[in-house]
């Protein structure tokens, strides 16, 4: 994998936080994702959200799996600590590191692929658990790193650039994270910055398990099956001495409207879908009217964007274990080895 590092110098009058940092100084490397990519735009999100707050990077772990999306950490917060695990498991290896050192902000970036499907149940035992953390799923629909095939949360009907129609049902991150107790439930779409810098702000600040399900749409798979300028056709149809691809380069989708508001985005593809903003009057605090809320938008055809639930006093998995404030990693022998006396004891109240 190639990485492209940006220039160490920049502007000296670039605006700084509290902290005399600037926004490069959240920055990662050069994107290698394909030109147009919602994930790009999420990942300036998160650059921008970690600036304002003015969070010190070396206080921020990101935890990712594989996907197209777990490969964004690289592009955000060089300065911080950084963990790439295998496809799905990247709950698990945050759950560790959270019981390790609760002093860090713990931010988890999977795509559908990773989190709904191959690592479907550790997202699940992570959400319950009530891990405090803000897990950032880019839902594309599609497996972009293996040619566009549906992913679990595609919606049934939706057609692949071959043409093919989904028949499966598609799992809804976001009314799962509601059934499962998540204390900070919401849903954004890439190109609506400035919904999604403040849900990230929230989420970060939020003290449990913070989900946040954001459409982001795939600009590499729009060629169809047909086309004399799709790939394979040209492949099919050339003699080449090697195998090489070119993605053309795509506008960024982006929109605005108002709260209570409905948006209709057309796709790179051209399909179209409707997203509905909450109003400035909707409730958070009440999970069964979210879910109620959620699916009879999602029956009329539309994606409910902004917080769609929120717990005013969430329960972290340290307080559910009682464990102890100092982080793990900071005890020291006495701590770890109090002696036979308190092993008795230990030994005694679980008889």
């Known amino acids: ?6 220039p160490r110098l920049h502007h ?11 926004r490069r100084d959240y920055e990662g490397t ?10 790009d735009s999420i990942s300036a999100a998160i650059v921008q959200a970690c600036f304002e707050l003015d969070l010190p990077p070396h206080r921020i772990a990101k935890l990712s799996g594989i996907g197209c999306s777990s490969k964004t950490p690289t592009y955000f917060l060089g300065n911080s600590h950084g963990f790439n695990s295998v496809h799905g498991r990247m709950p698990s290896v945050l759950t560790g590191a959270n019981l390790a050192n609760r002093e860090l902000v713990y931010m988890g970036v999977s795509g559908d692929g990773d989190s709904a499907s191959i690592g479907f149940g550790q997202f699940a035992h992570a959400i319950r658990r009530g891990v405090n953390m803000v897990y950032v799923v880019m839902n594309n629909g599609v497996y972009g790193l293996t040619k566009g095939q549906f992913s679990a949360t595609a919606d049934k009907g939706s057609k692949s650039k071959r043409g093919v129609m989904n028949v499966d049902e598609s799992v809804d991150m976001v009314g799962v994270a509601l059934l499962l107790g998540a204390t900070f439930v919401a849903r954004s779409f890439s190109g609506d910055k400035e919904q999604l810098v403040p849900l990230l702000e929230a989420a970060i600040l939020h003290e449990g398990a913070a989900f946040i399900d954001v459409i982001s749409p795939c600009v590499a798979f729009n060629n169809h099956e047909g086309s004399t300028k799709s790939f394979d056709y040209v492949r099919e149809h050339n003699e080449a001495v090697n195998r090489l691809d070119f993605m ?10 108002e709260p209570g508001a409905v948006s209709e985005v057309v796709q790179h593809d051209g399909s179209v879908i409707r997203l509905r903003k ?12 979210a879910m109620t809320y959620m699916q009879e938008r999602q029956a009329a055809g539309e994606v409910v964007t902004g917080l769609l639930y929120v717990d005013p006093q969430p329960e972290d998995l340290h307080r559910n274990l009682n464990t102890v404030p100092v982080p793990l990693n900071q005890l020291g022998e006495r701590e770890l080895v109090p002696g036979a006396a308190a092993l008795e004891q230990l030994n005694a109240s679980l008889r």
Do not use: F, W
């Not at 000296?12 to 600037?22: Q, S, V």
């Not at 050069?30 to 994930?39: F, R």
């Open 12 to 22: 000296p009058k670039l605006p700084a936080n509290k902290l005399g940092y600037t």
């Open 1 to 6: 994998m190639t990485y492209l590092a940006k």
């Open 278 to 289: 909450l109003a400035d009057d909707y409730d958070p605090h009440d999970r069964i009217a």
């Open 248 to 257: 053309p380069p795509r506008a960024e989708i982006t929109t605005q409207y």
């Open 30 to 39: 050069v994107s290698t994702l394909c030109a147009g990519c919602g994930h």
